[in-house]
T-cell receptor, first 115, second 114 residues
Framework: GAGVSQSPSNKVTEKGKDVELRCDPISGHTALYWYRQSLGQGLEFLIYFQGNSAPDKSGLPSDRFSAERTGGSVSTLTIQRTQQEDSAVYLC?????????????FGSGTRLTVV | AQTVTQSQPEMSVQEAETVTLSCTYDTSENNYYLFWYKQPPSRQMILVIRQEAYKQQNATENRFSVNFQKAAKSFSLKISDSQLGDTAMYFCAFSGAAGNKLTFGGGTRVLVKP
């Protein structure tokens, strides 16, 4: 597609439920990144994919968070047993190879609210 | 670990005037990249300008320019001839040479007043 697409745009869930957030990167972009932005804060790195593998998942805050990428394309971020502190905007970005020469393209994010 | 600090939570500027946003960072790397991103209410992060640490010349993109002081680890953004559409959050970001993650500052909210 023309840009990075994320779905859903907004998600309200009850505490304790599992949620899945989807990212559809730009076609041909081999690198994919997930970031979390809490209210009024900067972005916090979660995980980086190169193709289908995740060489850096150091930012995942707990074992309730996991992510996968299939076919070198779509990625899903799963949060199990959601907690109120998981409420945030989850942003996805993609780039050709690494992001330094070609830049990162971000999606518009998923706003997750845990009630 | 790298850190990025933006000391100005909010700045306001009159339309057509100039505003400068501050950013400092800490790293032990010699080769790295610095970025300024704009985040309007749509939430999408938009790249404003990038600077490669090995280049001494300051980057410029139309009305946006940076003052990169490598020794001081400072990377400020100047917005000239401010326009109402410049109203947004602005984030400074750092990437090491590996390029596999960005470290962001806490952001500066810029309000352009008519």
């Amino acid at each position: 597609g023309a840009g990075v697409s994320q779905s859903p745009s907004n998600k309200v869930t009850e505490k304790g439920k599992d949620v899945e957030l989807r990212c559809d990167p730009i076609s041909g972009h081999t690198a994919l990144y997930w970031y979390r932005q809490s209210l009024g804060q900067g972005l916090e790195f979660l995980i980086y994919f190169q193709g289908n593998s995740a060489p850096d998942k150091s930012g995942l805050p707990s074992d309730r968070f996991s992510a996968e990428r299939t076919g070198g394309s779509v990625s899903t971020l799963t949060i199990q047993r959601t907690q109120q502190e998981d409420s945030a905007v989850y942003l996805c970005a993609s780039s050709l190879a690494g992001g330094l020469d070609y830049g990162y393209t971000f999606g518009s994010g998923t706003r997750l609210t845990v009630v | 670990a790298q850190t990025v600090t933006q000391s100005q939570p909010e700045m306001s500027v009159q339309e057509a005037e100039t505003v400068t946003l501050s950013c400092t960072y800490d790293t032990s790397e010699n080769n790295y990249y610095l970025f300024w991103y704009k985040q309007p209410p749509s939430r999408q992060m938009i790249l404003v300008i990038r600077q490669e640490a090995y280049k001494q010349q300051n980057a410029t993109e139309n009305r946006f320019s940076v003052n990169f002081q490598k020794a001081a680890k400072s990377f400020s953004l100047k917005i000239s001839d401010s326009q109402l559409g410049d109203t947004a959050m602005y984030f400074c970001a750092f990437s090491g040479a590996a390029g596999n993650k960005l470290t962001f500052g806490g952001g500066t909210r810029v309000l352009v007043k008519p």
